[in-house]
């Protein structure tokens, strides 16, 4: 059972409403939910909802996040995968390894998890994730949502139309998402989830509505669609707090359209970097288009060849740059 009626002004503001209306609800996605031990609550329906590996018997905030992908994305199958234990984990990865799905959603922040990581970016399989609750200060968003691999959730409060002031903020943030979804918890009574908890669902089950019937691509392709269909919600641009703003879903006749194509990396043309970078040997002060910047490292020359500051460079460009278990990673 959805309770799409009480999220109705939240379905409407991000587009979801008229995707629902045309039928693209998600329908045939298989949504994978990995997070505490699962528990279907009577309200879910198991039609929809399953626990291959484990399910406990009370409500878990897995319950909660997987509702959230249903509000969203009402036609969609939500697999729910426990995955806070090392076996845990491990029977998670086997499962996902030969039961393929279209879209996995990490609703926790596990800084003791990174030996797993790497067997969850081989699966190639887009994974959204919380982008962490500790407000302004952090450095970063939280493990996973941190990695370039994954999609970096912030949460949206519909009320007061401004970012959630605890989320996580970093360079890693994409994007923000609606949080406070109303979830059925039992028969005829309605309780609010909130946090990136619920933001990283509620966009993982728009993505799903986004793609139904198409095969949902690769996470680099993803942050281009996202990048798109952003509104400003604080500072103009990308920023630490909201990434590229609000996602809301592109208009319905123009994407469904374009949308083979779209989905093909190679045919989504490049935009054109306009930007003029001007570094001095030596110095640590550098100029993008006239405007003076302070480096943290200053152009040196070295055995006869010139080095410069990757990540200044890079960024300056409008390149996204992650560095993880050694391996530096630039996205344009």
């Known amino acids: ?26 329908r045939g996605m298989r949504v994978a939910v990995l997070d505490e031990r699962p528990y279907i609550r009577p309200t879910m329906d198991r039609e929809i909802f399953s626990a291959p590996l484990d399910e406990g018997r009370e409500a878990t905030h897995a319950s909660n996040v997987a509702q959230v992908v249903h509000e969203a994305a009402p036609g969609a199958q939500v697999i729910m995968l426990p995955f806070m234990s090392t076996s845990d984990r491990q029977a998670a990865i086997a499962w996902l390894q030969n039961n393929p799905v279209d879209i996995i959603n990490i609703s926790l922040n596990l800084a003791t998890a990174d030996e797993f990581w790497p067997d969850f970016q081989a699966l190639n399989t887009p994974i959204v994730a919380a982008a962490g609750n500790k407000g302004p200060d952090t450095e970063d968003c939280a493990k996973p949502a941190r990695y370039g691999w994954t999609l970096a959730v912030g949460g949206y409060l519909e009320g007061a139309e401004a970012v959630y ?28 989830f909130g946090g990136t908890s ?19 691509p690769a996470v680099e392709v993803l942050r281009v669609v996202i990048r798109a269909n952003c509104r400003d919600v604080a500072e103009p641009g990308k920023d630490r707090s909201s990434g590229w703003g609000l996602f809301v879903m592109p208009p319905l006749s123009e994407w469904r359209e374009d949308l083979p194509k779209f989905c093909r990396p190679a045919d989504k043309p490049q935009e054109p ?60």
């Not at 309770?3 to 008229?18: F, R």
């Not at 943030?173 to 309780?191: H, Q, R």
Request: glycine share 10%; hydrophobic share 40%.
């Open 1 to 26: 059972m959805s309770n799409n009626a009480s999220n109705a002004s939240k379905l409407a503001k991000c587009g979801l409403a008229d995707y629902h209306a045309a039928g693209l609800d998600g």
């Open 165 to 192: 002031s605890d989320n996580s903020c970093g360079d890693s943030m994409d994007c923000v998402a609606y949080t406070n979804i109303l979830l059925e918890s039992k028969p005829g009574y309605l309780v609010p």
């Open 198 to 216: 619920a933001a990283a669902p509620w966009l993982c089950g728009m993505l799903a509505c986004l793609f139904t019937g198409h095969k949902i």
């Open 273 to 332: 970097s306009q930007k003029k970078i001007v570094l001095h040997l030596g110095s640590s002060t550098a100029e993008v288009d006239g405007r003076a910047v302070t480096l943290d490292c200053a152009p040196r020359a070295e055995a006869g060849r010139t080095l410069v500051p990757l990540r200044f460079v890079a960024e300056a460009l409008g390149c996204r740059v992650d560095y993880a278990a050694g391996q530096i990673t630039i996205i344009k």
